[in-house]
């Protein structure tokens, strides 16, 4: 599985967009990458995920670069409740060993202030 | 609809003791996943199991040991637990490449 690269820590103000970066410069054809959160020490919860083009669901938009090497989480408003930490994930949509892997960094650390 | 249960919810064990912590999925997900979670940390891969009979080393496998008892449970042994296993571990499940990943709500372990 690709490496992925985050800050470890951002702030936005409670009402703006929160757009959380991620680096995978090394990503392959056929990975998709995912966005997952932790608020505060639950387990993990499932954002959204692309493979090439944007995607937007009801919890965040996704946009991923022309050259699949980056891309970017948006909230479009974010509330007090979407402080986490937000982990970038990249990883193989087909049926082969390294797809089985789900490796997380150390995620970006969002805080949203009042 | 459960989805990912994890048994016991909090433990303490003295150096030297051992434990199964349990995990079962309701989803019918092939793949299952161990992560231990330290304090200020991400987590990291114990053990996984792609599919039921199968399981794999992670980043982080020493100390324990795992078995896919059938498809639903995947269990998380320490034989001799030390004070570095103190963690919060988390199981999740995933029904195949190209989908999402659900998680239990973990397991806070503190070994004294």
């Known amino acids: 599985d690709a490496k992925t690269t985050q800050p470890p820590s951002m702030d936005c103000a409670e009402g703006r967009a929160a757009n959380l970066p991620c680096n995978h410069s090394t990503i392959s054809g056929n990975e998709y990458v995912y966005w997952y959160r932790q608020i505060h020490s639950q387990g993990p919860q499932y954002i959204i995920h692309g493979l090439k083009n944007n995607e937007t669901n009801e919890m965040a938009s996704l946009i991923i670069t022309e050259d699949r090497k980056s891309s970017t989480l948006i909230l479009p408003h974010a509330t007090l409740r979407d402080t986490a930490v937000y982990y970038c994930i990249v990883r193989a949509a087909l049926m082969m060993d390294s797809s089985y892997k789900l490796i997380f960094g150390s995620g970006t650390r969002l805080l949203v202030r009042p | 609809n459960a989805g990912v249960t994890q048994t016991p919810k909090f433990q303490v064990l003295k150096t030297g003791q051992s434990m199964t912590l349990q995990c079962a999925q309701d989803?019918?997900?092939?793949?299952m996943y161990w992560y231990r979670q330290d304090p200020g940390m991400g987590l990291r891969l114990i053990y996984y199991?792609?599919?039921?009979?199968?399981?794999d080393k992670g980043e982080v496998p020493n100390g324990y040991n795992v078995s896919r008892l059938n498809k639903r449970e995947f269990s998380l042994r320490l034989e001799s637990a030390a004070p570095s296993q103190t963690s919060v571990y988390f199981c999740?499940?995933?029904?195949?490449?190209?989908?999402?990943?659900?998680f239990g709500q973990g397991t806070r372990l503190t070994v004294v």
């Open positions: 989803m019918n997900h092939n793949s």
């Open positions: 199991s792609a599919s039921e009979g199968t399981t």
């Open positions: 999740a499940s995933i029904r195949g490449p190209g989908t999402e990943a659900f």
